[in-house]
């Protein structure tokens, strides 16, 4: 499900997998024998196709699903059911469709490395775009009101359901939905002069307001097709939300909804080489010459604080951090409490000192006054004793997955 169809450069063909939000717990169509569903997407324009074939039916007497009624209430209505029309509808869409809204984003990738899997795949930046083998993947920011993309949406929506767990549809009548999504822009080799466009995912985004005149802005849903995933498209995307939030002064903060563990991963990932890259934070965190060059710490958290000639500036990360200067940050760069605690928190851990035992002492109480805060209502549940040996062993497995984290950001 989700591959290229190599005849059709610009169509995705999907196989339905029969969801169970769309027929039932049981995940069973009553009354067929050797049924398949055929559902295809154009690719840039994802105008659909929908084919449904079988060897023999039940009579109309008997207990038969109606499956093209069951999927019409899931699919945009102008879905093709004449395959050939639908082939012409690629061809035409496949040079004269174009993104919906403003562009907000661009990256490049070599065309040889789009096909690359891996995780954590570096996204260069800078390629010259006369060169024939250059792939450009840009991301544009929509609402309700951009022409034409409420139609648009009702025929990507569908993703959601196929690739997110517990995935549902949201509401048109709630005006208040921001959308951001990424495409992959090709050269017709035949006509470098003509762009091509092909989705690649998307994230739907929710303002909700925040005292006392801005929004607090929540990443509700995000979702990569399979065909690239692993390349990094997805920190690509969750950079250009980010970097769009930090554009808008009416947003207060970013903050996610019922994250899954993967995507936790991909954010704090991203938010980690987003703070490691900011030299003037890290500059203060660590003292004005335990910088280098690379925005990195040198030597470990707890040390550089005297005060003699020729000697380190005291940094602000402690352990214990400066609160004041924390929450400065925090506003500055509009991330949300729980999750820039947890960044400070993964930071002290990489450039602590092994052999202090003063400021392993400092960190492990500062991670677990957190903790304490986090929990209170459970812990408070709890006698002394058997509250102390919870936040113990919840303070491991955070640091456990902390140093699991470190080890993806390089």
Same mark, same amino acid.
């Given at each position: 499900m989700g591959?290229?169809?190599?005849?059709?450069p610009?169509?995705?063909?999907?196989i339905?997998?029969?969801?169970?939000?769309?027929?039932?717990?049981?995940?069973?169509?009553?009354?067929?024998?050797?049924?398949?569903?055929?559902?295809?997407?154009?690719?840039?324009?994802?105008?659909?196709?929908?084919?449904?074939?079988?060897?023999?039916?039940?009579?109309?007497?008997?207990?038969?699903?109606d499956?093209?009624?069951?999927?019409?209430?899931?699919?945009?209505?102008d879905?093709?059911?004449?395959?050939a029309?639908?082939?012409a509808?690629?061809?035409?869409?496949?040079?004269?469709?174009?993104p919906?809204?403003?562009?907000?984003?661009?990256?490049?990738?070599?065309?040889?490395?789009?096909?690359?899997?891996?995780?954590?795949?570096a996204?260069p930046?800078?390629?010259?775009?006369e060169?024939?083998?250059?792939?450009?993947?840009?991301?544009?920011?929509s609402?309700?009101?951009?022409?034409?993309?409420?139609?648009?949406h009702?025929?990507?929506?569908?993703?959601?359901l $196929? %690739?997110?767990?517990?995935?549902?549809?949201?509401?048109? #009548?709630?005006? /208040?939905?921001? =959308? &951001?999504? $990424? %495409?992959?822009?090709?050269?017709?080799?035949?006509?470098? #002069?003509?762009? /091509?466009?092909? =989705? &690649?995912?998307?994230?739907?985004?929710?303002?909700?307001?925040?005292?006392?005149?801005?929004?607090?802005?929540?990443?509700?849903?995000?979702?990569?097709?399979?065909p690239?995933?692993?390349?990094?498209h997805?920190?690509?995307?969750?950079?250009?939300?980010?970097?769009?939030?930090?554009?808008?002064?009416?947003?207060?903060?970013?903050?996610?909804?019922?994250?899954?563990?993967?995507?936790?991963?991909?954010?704090?990932?991203?938010?980690?080489?987003?703070?490691?890259?900011?030299?003037?934070?890290?500059?203060?965190?660590?003292?004005?010459?335990?910088?280098?060059?690379?925005?990195?710490?040198?030597?470990g958290?707890?040390k550089?604080?005297?005060?003699?000639?020729?000697?380190?500036?005291a940094?602000?990360?402690?352990?214990?951090?400066d609160?004041?200067?924390?929450?400065?940050?925090?506003?500055?760069?509009?991330?949300?409490?729980?999750?820039?605690?947890?960044?400070?928190?993964?930071?002290?851990?990489?450039?602590?000192?092994?052999?202090?035992?003063?400021?392993?002492?400092?960190?492990?109480?500062?991670?677990?006054?957190?903790?304490?805060?986090?929990?209170f209502?459970?812990?408070?549940?709890?006698?002394?004793?058997?509250?102390?040996?919870?936040?113990?062993?919840?303070?491991?497995?955070?640091?456990?997955?902390?140093?699991?984290?470190?080890?993806?950001?390089?």
């Amino acid at each position: 499900m989700g591959s290229t169809n190599p005849r059709y450069p610009s169509q995705l063909h999907f196989i339905l997998l029969y969801p169970r939000v769309i027929f039932g717990e049981d995940e069973k169509i009553y009354g067929y024998k050797d049924l398949t569903i055929d559902l295809k997407f154009a690719s840039g324009s994802l105008a659909q196709f929908l084919s449904i074939k079988y060897s023999e039916k039940l009579p109309s007497t008997s207990t038969v699903d109606d499956i093209e009624g069951t999927l019409s209430s899931f699919i945009a209505p102008d879905y093709h059911k004449d395959e050939a029309e639908f082939l012409a509808r690629v061809e035409k869409d496949a040079t004269a469709f174009k993104p919906f809204g403003e562009k907000i984003y661009s990256y490049s990738r070599s065309a040889t490395s789009v096909s690359s899997k891996g995780k954590n795949v570096a996204i260069p930046q800078v390629l010259s775009p006369e060169d024939e083998e250059t792939v450009d993947f840009e991301v544009y920011h929509s609402t309700w009101k951009t022409p034409g993309f409420r139609e648009y949406h009702r025929r990507m929506q569908l993703f959601i359901l $196929l %690739y997110i767990e517990a995935g549902s549809y949201i509401s048109e #009548d709630d005006e /208040t939905w921001e =959308f &951001v999504v $990424l %495409y992959e822009k090709r050269k017709r080799r035949s006509a470098p #002069d003509i762009a /091509t466009y092909h =989705f &690649v995912g998307y994230s739907t985004l929710y303002p909700f307001y925040c005292f006392p005149e801005r929004v607090r802005m929540r990443i509700s849903q995000f979702v990569i097709l399979p065909p690239y995933q692993q390349e990094g498209h997805g920190s690509a995307l969750y950079t250009a939300v980010y970097r769009h939030v930090l554009a808008q002064p009416r947003i207060a903060e970013l903050t996610v909804e019922d994250p899954a563990e993967a995507f936790e991963d991909l954010r704090d990932r991203n938010d980690l080489k987003m703070l490691l890259a900011n030299e003037r934070f890290m500059a203060e965190a660590f003292g004005s010459e335990g910088v280098s060059s690379g925005g990195g710490k040198v030597g470990g958290v707890g040390k550089g604080k005297g005060k003699g000639k020729g000697k380190a500036s005291a940094g602000k990360m402690g352990p214990p951090a400066d609160r004041a200067w924390l929450e400065k940050w925090r506003v500055e760069l509009k991330i949300a409490s729980r999750q820039f605690h947890r960044l400070i928190e993964m930071l002290m851990l990489k450039y602590l000192d092994p052999m202090d035992a003063r400021v392993q002492r400092a960190y492990r109480l500062q991670v677990k006054e957190r903790l304490y805060r986090f929990n209170f209502e459970t812990l408070m549940q709890l006698d002394k004793e058997e509250r102390q040996q919870k936040l113990e062993e919840t303070f491991r497995t955070v640091r456990a997955d902390y140093l699991r984290i470190l080890g993806l950001v390089h």
